[in-house]
């Protein structure tokens, strides 16, 4: 690393013609343009010519509260490896926290693309560089830490691959295209688990807020939001906003509240509105939550020019959100609408017939167990509920992020109370829900259990996942056996009165399938399944051993 140089100079033009340094002249560059005043703020950029885009910076009214400027240079650097470092620099100080970024979209050319030796940069190199800054008290947390924060998974700088990005560029066209039309226009993102979806979502929100700001776009002046029915996550997106310039706190919101926002008499219609995690959208009137339309994505549409959708089928979890094909159908009928199906999965570290396996046991099918002994990822099966749980722990203390959770199962009331999870000599508090942030980045929820309602939508390094009673086996007909009237999330199957008996008990079984296909799928390296009903475990044991 000794051809690895940092210069820290004040944000003054003397002070950078002063720079002569072989690297810093003829070579790519990183930047970091901030001041420590009482608001802290901070630019990151990378040029070829440091003194001429120094200049222009120099010019630039908005940076003029900055007072410092930190270089990086090297004399191995290319272009690639400096958008790269960019990039990560970005991707990590909105997880840090520490400052507020004048970074807008520059390019949306930020897709995932391998160069000569782009492991050393990515990695080690970009390891070095954050400790330097951490050294500088520049930056604050470790890149271990800030790497398993939600803030940073959903960051909008994150690199795209070629589909995720492909879409991207899908969304912002289709929006200026039809931004003046008279019709209503929507567009679904469909996609399993751990697809990328709300990914994608976040840049593209971001990239259409930096647009709606710019004076030469056909998006400029548009009034734009991205909702969510999913406490945990709106969380995240506002803490996102606190770092960059063009997202604000307002633009991000439950969908009930959106539409009663909209829905007085001085509201104007929104231009654009992104619906992440669709699924949890209300399909009938909720008067306990205040939503006393029949459909909440209907509404939406009615509020909105452009509806930007994102739908997993397989993550209904309650009735009131039950949605089938025929009345998506209805809601599209009359709108210009387009559909894209993101297929790659990203969360999952894990070979294909590991993936084949937790497809086929949400859809009810047992298969052998996959030999994985030359695979990074662990599926593991215990009989032992506390011995997973160690197991987690360790995990936990290694890598950090790993987690148990479990089927809705068990008792639980919303009345401020301690519910618990006991088998056999195993005992731990289940879904508290009280915290301010995420709910898996609190240390303390090593010791407790999650539920579909604390994980959904977040990624864990490891999960260990406890299938309550509601899940057994059925050894004649050979496929797992759903009893609905052991699962304990009573709020799930209530609120529909439209639906027959018979259609009713698939649904409901479908609900838990569904609610077993989230939960297996939050591990990035490692699923470990436990198993509270005996015919289970003993099915899942003799495959296991």
């Known amino acids: ?23 810093f002249n003829n070579y790519p560059i990183v930047y970091i343009l901030y001041t420590n005043a009482k608001k802290e703020t901070a630019y990151i950029g990378q040029t070829v010519h440091l003194q001429r885009r120094m200049q222009k910076h120099l010019s630039d009214a ?48 930020s897709k995932m693309h391998d160069y000569y030796n782009k492991e050393y940069y990515d990695q080690t190199f970009f390891k070095h560089i954050w400790e330097e800054l951490r050294q500088h008290k520049v930056v604050r947390e470790s890149l ?51 697809t990328g979806k709300s990914v994608v979502l976040s840049s593209t929100f971001n990239t259409i807020q930096d647009l709606s700001y710019d004076k030469s776009s056909k998006l400029y002046g548009t009034k734009n939001y991205l909702l969510v029915n999913h406490q945990e996550m709106l969380k995240t997106y506002k803490e996102i906003s606190e770092s960059l310039p063009n997202l604000k706190k307002k633009s991000f919101m439950k969908p009930t509240s959106f539409i009663n926002q909209q829905m007085k008499s001085d509201a104007a219609t929104a231009d654009i509105v992104f619906v992440d995690e669709a699924h949890l959208l209300l399909s009938k009137k909720d008067s306990y939550n205040n939503f006393n ?27 009131k959100s039950y949605w089938d094909s025929k009345m998506l159908d209805s809601i599209k009928k009359g709108l210009h609408s387009e559909v894209f199906m993101l297929t790659n999965q990203f969360r999952i570290q ?48 290694e890598y950090g992020l790993s987690r148990l959770v479990a089927t809705f199962d068990y008792m639980h009331k919303k009345d401020g109370q301690d519910y618990f999870i006991e088998e ?44 309550g009673p509601s899940v057994s086996y059925n ?28 259609k009713m008990s698939e649904i409901k079984q479908q609900i838990i399938l569904n609610s077993i296909n989230v939960l297996m799928k939050r591990g990035i390296n490692g699923l470990y399944i436990y198993a509270s009903d005996p015919k289970l475990q003993q099915k899942l044991m003799s495959l296991y051993k």
């Open 1 to 23: 690393m000794a051809s690895e140089l940092i210069q820290i100079k004040k944000f003054k033009k003397a002070s950078i013609q002063e720079i002569n340094a072989t690297y």
């Open 62 to 109: 908005s940076r003029k509260k900055l007072d410092t400027a930190l270089f990086i240079g090297n004399e191995k650097f290319n272009q690639s490896a400096t958008y790269n470092i960019e990039t990560n620099l970005i991707n990590f100080f909105i997880a840090d926290k520490k400052y507020e970024l004048q970074n807008k979209s520059q390019t949306m050319d």
């Open 144 to 194: 271990e830490d800030l790497r398993n924060k939600d803030v940073f998974k959903l960051s909008p700088y994150k690199e795209l691959s070629a589909e995720q990005m492909d879409l991207k560029y899908h969304i912002i066209d289709y929006c200026k295209k039809h931004i003046n039309d008279e019709q209503h226009s929507i567009f679904f993102i469909e996609g399993d688990a751990g």
């Open 293 to 319: 339309q029949d459909n909440h994505l209907e509404e939406i549409i009615k509020q909105s020019k452009i509806t930007i959708v994102v739908f997993d089928r397989r993550q209904v979890l309650k009735l």
């Open 350 to 397: 894990a070979e294909e017939r590991v993936l084949n396996w937790i497809d086929a046991f949400s859809n009810k099918k047992v298969l052998d167990l996959p030999d994985n002994k030359k695979d990074s990822f662990e599926l593991k099966i215990f009989s032992d509920a506390d011995k997973m749980y160690q197991e987690i722990r360790k995990k936990n203390e």
């Open 424 to 467: 056999g000599n195993f005992k731990l508090p289940w879904n508290r829900t009280h915290y301010k942030n995420t709910w898996a980045e609190q240390e303390c929820t090593i010791d407790e259990v999650g539920s579909i309602y604390t994980i959904q939508g977040f990624d864990l390094n490891y999960v260990g996942v406890i299938l």
């Open 475 to 502: 050894f004649e007909k050979q496929e797992l056996e759903i009893i609905t009237t052991k699962y304990e999330d009573l709020e799930a199957f209530r609120g529909r009165d439209d639906i027959s008996k018979d």
